[in-house]
């Protein structure tokens, strides 16, 4: 049985700013565009949380939210930096460690370099280890495969460590709200509300048939993570496809106006991410879904690695008005890149091996 642990540090940006910064502890704090320039928030600290205020939210809506909410711009670079620092103490005790942002990862224990035989106790240790050399917090769940790591590693934040042991894990799973469930997003979890789905206990009584017929080939995922299954292997070299965003709206668009406004907004977060992952793609991918749950997708791909938001926006708002509405609302867009290169590093990688690995933890 293997032993994963996944590592999420707590409101990384937001808490790296105000550890160098020290007017900003205590206050509520969002790293991102401020209102005037329409962009959206990145991070946000759990004092500006307790308001409502999230990733991609619009900062013109995080304002609104918190009157007195701090805006501050984001620094890549150092947060690049820390994550060097937190990848190499992960690589002190195994190099199985696969990034999933700046501030995410899981890491593959069950044969660790130090032998030691609880990943529970090398959970600690890592946790201590960023803190002393940091001065940042990271919250860490523990179990037997990565969905279940994942799920853990959210039950005690900040700062905290929870592990889900094997004979936990199914009763865990069946009390889980299906809105909490990890890789559920809001649009599934409504679609799943509809289908009278409202727990992991309920996700169980569907047959694996019924789940791809509602949901395609997710359905096939749905039905092993319902029952805690979950085979997937801590990949240190995964390789990134694309970078994207998207949103989903409880009540559907039926202005194009707003729509081309909404575009701009995840626009700006797909920029956010690609700076991230220091990384820009050649083909944009527009996607639409109607009320209906109808999707279609528009591509276009250039000469260019696309890495300005400007460019981003452009494109996506072209993609958009070559799509005919007809009159039909719409609940979700989504805008994504691929064909990535450029400037990919995955610490650890040789030039070759560089220039198709995933961003620095």
Request: hydrophobic content about 40%.
């Given at each position: 049985?293997?032993?994963?642990?996944?590592?999420?540090?707590?409101?990384?940006?937001?808490?790296?700013?105000?550890?160098?910064?020290?007017?900003?502890?205590?206050?509520?704090?969002?790293?991102?565009?401020?209102?005037?320039?329409?962009?959206?928030?990145?991070?946000?600290?759990?004092?500006?949380?307790?308001?409502?205020?999230?990733?991609?939210?619009?900062?013109?809506?995080?304002?609104?939210?918190?009157?007195?909410?701090?805006?501050?711009?984001?620094?890549?670079?150092?947060?690049?930096?820390?994550?060097?620092?937190?990848?190499?103490?992960?690589?002190?005790?195994?190099?199985?460690?696969?990034?999933?942002?700046?501030?995410?990862?899981?890491?593959?224990?069950?044969?660790?370099?130090?032998?030691?035989?609880?990943?529970?106790?090398?959970?600690?240790?890592?946790?201590?280890?960023?803190?002393?050399?940091?001065?940042?917090?990271?919250?860490?769940?523990?179990?037997?495969?990565?969905?279940?790591?994942?799920?853990?590693?959210?039950?005690n934040k900040p700062n905290g460590l929870t592990v889900?042991?094997?004979?936990?894990?199914?009763?865990?799973?069946?009390?889980?709200?299906?809105?909490?469930?990890?890789?559920?997003?809001?649009?599934?979890?409504?679609?799943?509300?509809?289908?009278?789905?409202?727990?992991?206990?309920?996700?169980?009584?569907?047959?694996?048939?019924?789940?791809?017929?509602?949901?395609?080939?997710?359905?096939?995922?749905?039905?092993?993570?319902?029952?805690?299954?979950?085979?997937?292997?801590?990949?240190?070299?995964?390789?990134?496809?694309?970078?994207?965003?998207?949103?989903?709206?409880?009540?559907?668009?039926?202005?194009?106006?707003?729509?081309?406004?909404?575009?701009?907004?995840?626009?700006?977060?797909?920029?956010?991410?690609?700076?991230?992952?220091?990384?820009?793609?050649?083909?944009?991918?527009?996607?639409?879904?109607?009320?209906?749950?109808?999707?279609?997708?528009?591509?276009?791909?250039?000469?260019?690695?696309?890495?300005?938001?400007?460019?981003?926006?452009?494109?996506?708002?072209?993609?958009?008005?070559?799509?005919?509405?007809?009159?039909?609302?719409?609940?979700?867009?989504?805008?994504?890149?691929?064909?990535?290169?450029?400037?990919?590093r995955s610490l650890g990688a040789s030039p070759l091996?560089?220039?198709?690995?995933?961003?620095?933890?």
């Open positions: 049985m293997r032993k994963i642990i996944h590592i999420d540090m707590d409101a990384f940006y937001a808490s790296v700013e105000q550890r160098d910064y020290p007017r900003y502890r205590g206050k509520p704090l969002a790293v991102g565009a401020t209102p005037h320039q329409r962009g959206v928030v990145c991070a946000a600290s759990y004092e500006a949380r307790t308001f409502g205020i999230h990733s991609a939210l619009s900062s013109r809506v995080a304002l609104q939210r918190c009157p007195h909410l701090i805006f501050v711009p984001p620094r890549f670079d150092v947060y690049r930096l820390i994550s060097q620092q937190i990848r190499a103490i992960f690589e002190q005790h195994t190099d199985l460690v696969e990034p999933v942002a700046l501030d995410e990862a899981y890491l593959d224990v069950t044969e660790n370099k130090l032998g030691l035989p609880y990943a529970t106790t090398i959970a600690r240790a890592i946790r201590a280890s960023i803190f002393k050399e940091t001065g940042l917090t990271a919250s860490a769940g523990v179990s037997f495969n990565k969905f279940l790591a994942k799920m853990a590693s959210g039950l889900i042991l094997p004979e936990q894990a199914e009763t865990f799973v069946e009390s889980l709200p299906i809105e909490k469930f990890h890789g559920i997003g809001k649009v599934s979890a409504t679609k799943m509300h509809e289908l009278d789905i409202h727990t992991g206990a309920d996700l169980t009584q569907r047959s694996e048939a019924e789940l791809v017929h509602h949901f395609g080939k997710v359905g096939h995922h749905y039905f092993k993570i319902a029952r805690a299954q979950d085979d997937r292997l801590v990949e240190a070299n995964r390789i990134r496809k694309s970078v994207g965003a998207e949103t989903s709206y409880a009540q559907d668009l039926s202005d194009r106006a707003v729509m081309l406004h909404e575009l701009e907004t995840i626009a700006e977060t797909v920029y956010q991410r690609l700076e991230r992952h220091q990384t820009g793609g050649r083909t944009i991918t527009l996607k639409v879904k109607f009320a209906d749950y109808q999707q279609i997708t528009r591509s276009r791909t250039v000469m260019n690695s696309i890495r300005e938001v400007a460019t981003i926006v452009s494109l996506a708002q072209e993609l958009f008005e070559a799509v005919e509405l007809e009159g039909r609302n719409v609940r979700l867009l989504g805008i994504s890149l691929s064909n990535l290169g450029g400037e990919e091996e560089s220039s198709i690995q995933l961003v620095l933890f």
